[in-house]
């Protein structure tokens, strides 16, 4: 599907119309942890999404609008995702809650990754065609609340540098020094993708992540689908 095609709500990907999704949303990869937060977080929930199974709720949190998708793994997934969100429902803060596999010693399991800047080994950004590469980094305004969201909360956390990689089943270094070695954090797959539409459109993003597992740590897929309610509740502050 080209992006020189004119598109318009419901799109072939999200069934909703616009007006029904918060200009703040939540994007957890996994549809079921959607769900997870739309019953446990929030009130007056109604789904506008269920098309591919990759469901979406708006609701309120304290008082104020808020949506929460699944958007699947990887970049091409997130990138059809938060365009359509972007561009064509008018969403102005999209933060990615996911999780991340550790790339340092100090950074353990269950404990919250603030992905300020991001590597990559996805071309996704070169797409635009720059002259040059593009670095993507978060949105400071949601850093700077997400950092005194966990300090309030008594919640321990990192920020600092990830990996977005498209390989899940073993990640390509470069020549000589590794990413651990460079001080990057942690792995993922999606925060390419979100940080460049939004700078391409100029709104918000802040990628959360939560440590799911290490060279000796490890978490079960039910725990990374309900358990990880750090990062929701600091997302969710953010509304």
Known sequence: MGSSIKMSAPTPHIAAQVGEIAETILLPGDPLR???????????????????????????YKGRPVSVMGTGMGCPSMGIYSYELINIYGCKNLIRIGTAGTFQPHVHVKEMVFAQGVCTTSNYAELMGLPGTF?????????????????????????????CSDVFYGVDLPKGKSWPELGVLAVEMESVALYTNAAMAGVNALCILTISDGPDEITTAEERQTAFTQMMEVALSLA
Not at 34 to 60: H, P, S, Y
């Open 135 to 163: 670095a993507p980094i978060c949105s400071y305004e949601l850093l700077e609340k997400a950092v005194a969201s966990a300090k309030a909360l008594g919640y321990k956390y990192h920020v600092g540098n990830v990996l």
């Open 34 to 60: 959607a769900k997870f937060i739309a019953d446990t977080f929030l009130e007056d929930v109604k789904q506008f999404n269920a098309t591919r199974n990759m469901f979406g709720f708006t609701g309120t």
